[in-house]
């Protein structure tokens, strides 16, 4: 009596819970090793469809199987050739790497040539049944037939959706233990400026090693650090998240609206711990200003540029706006003390504002009105006794003298 290993499979759960399909394997198979002198020593089952090439990660049970038969050197048997695969390719790579297996519907002594034809006609019926179960689905579908989990209840409807959360979890935990020596080694390796090496960093030394991913490709940054996340492997940053640089930034310049990027660095406290570049921080201040500008009605009028001063002109021609009476001393004043600009800036910049406000009344801008502009020219002829002994020679300056009620009867 020669020893084999026996292997049955279904291709849903229901013929596997009703085990009727499994019996009539084994007995099929039992009777088969009585008339050829088989003792059957181990059996191995799988509840899985025999489609597609990749039957060895789909079903564990033909995986042991096999490796059982290789290691005893005997035969692997089973009742018909499509309950081993559906698939030409599969079966003709066993037949290449000489496996051992027979087939108890065709015979002890079948040849591969029979095998090659009883595969593709597996490979053709289930084609066949694949298309008939799916043109079945599509009549049923347009009558108004429910199948799947649409027959089911909510609650089972959450149960399935949660049953397989959990297995696709449990799978991706399962691919992150099979990498942990290799994510720990490159999370290990120097980075720039003494500091922790970034994750795309690293994701670059296991390219250079030519490691693969989990699905083959090539590694990311963002997938390394989710996969050490799964593993718990808490790897200081090696630079600060742009969502929460964002938030610190727009906090600190909303207090202090003036500071630059280096100053911005030191006051947040990163100036040691390189996590923060000042290209990033410049970047994220022009957001900042940006966003202000847009609000500001007088910004995009004037053409100003986006610079540290960016707040203090909005501040500016806002009071100005509100208040046009105001000379550049008031207006210097409102701002208060923690507001480091000169008086000729501020001049410059209502100016710009009365322009672009389109304000060009009698009223001029910078608190100059009619009445102002008469007490300074009475100054002036106060002050300057060649102007009050010759007066206003240009037509420019008759004209000033006439507007303001200063000129003589002289000079007309």
């Known amino acids: 009596m020669q020893m084999a290993i026996g292997y049955v499979r279904v291709s849903t759960r229901e013929q596997g819970r009703s085990g009727l399909g499994l019996a009539a394997q084994r007995q099929e198979i039992e009777a088969f090793g009585t008339r050829e002198a088989f003792t059957i020593a181990r059996w191995h089952q799988d509840v899985q469809t025999g489609a597609g090439a990749d039957a060895l990660l789909l079903r564990p049970g033909l995986a042991a199987a096999l490796k059982e038969a290789r290691a005893a050197r005997c035969a692997l048997i089973v009742s018909r050739l499509d309950r081993l695969s559906r698939n030409v390719h599969f079966i003709t790579g066993l037949m290449e790497h000489k496996v051992h297996f027979v087939v108890a519907a065709l015979g002890r002594d079948c040849d591969e040539f029979t095998l090659h034809i009883y595969a593709s006609l597996a490979e053709q019926e289930r ?7 799916k043109a079945a689905k599509a009549i049923a579908k347009r009558k ?3 199948s799947g989990l649409a027959l089911c209840s909510k609650a089972e409807r959450r149960r399935v959706v949660a049953l397989g959360m959990a297995a696709c ?6 691919r992150a233990e099979a990498y942990r020596l290799h994510v720990e080694w490159a999370l290990r390796q120097p980075g720039l400026h003494e500091r922790p090496i970034a994750f795309t960093a690293a994701a670059t030394k296991l390219n250079e090693r030519n490691i693969e991913s989990p699905m083959g490709g090539s590694w990311s940054g963002a997938q390394l ?3 050490a996340r799964r593993l718990q492997l808490n790897h200081p940053p090696a630079a600060l998240r742009g969502d929460v640089a964002r938030v610190r930034i ?4 909303k207090k202090h609206p003036g500071l630059t990027a280096k100053q911005v660095i030191e006051s947040l406290g990163l100036t040691h711990q390189h996590l923060l570049g000042v290209g990033r921080v410049r970047q994220l201040l022009r957001e900042c200003r940006a966003a202000a500008a847009k609000r500001s009605p007088v910004h995009k009028k004037a053409g100003w540029w986006l610079d540290s001063r960016t707040a203090d002109r909005i501040r500016i021609s806002a009071i100005y706006k509100r208040h046009p009476e105001y000379t550049a001393h008031q207006v210097l004043k409102t701002l208060g003390p923690e507001h480091g600009v000169k008086l000729r800036w501020v001049n410059q910049v209502m100016n710009d504002s009365w322009r672009s406000l389109g304000r060009h009344g009698s009223r001029q801008s910078n608190g100059w009105t009619p009445a102002r502009r008469k007490r300074q020219a009475q ?8 102007e009050r002994a010759t007066g206003p020679r240009t037509p ?3 004209a000033r003298a006439a507007k303001n009620g200063l000129l003589r009867r002289g000079d007309e």
């Open 250 to 253: 727009q906090a600190l310049w």
């Open 144 to 146: 108004g037939q429910k």
């Open 169 to 174: 979890q449990k799978a991706a935990m399962d």
């Open 396 to 398: 420019e300056g008759k």
């Open 379 to 386: 100054l002036i002829m106060q002050f300057r006794p060649w």
């Open 225 to 227: 650090q989710r996969m």
């Open 127 to 133: 084609k066949m049944m694949s298309e008939r179960i």
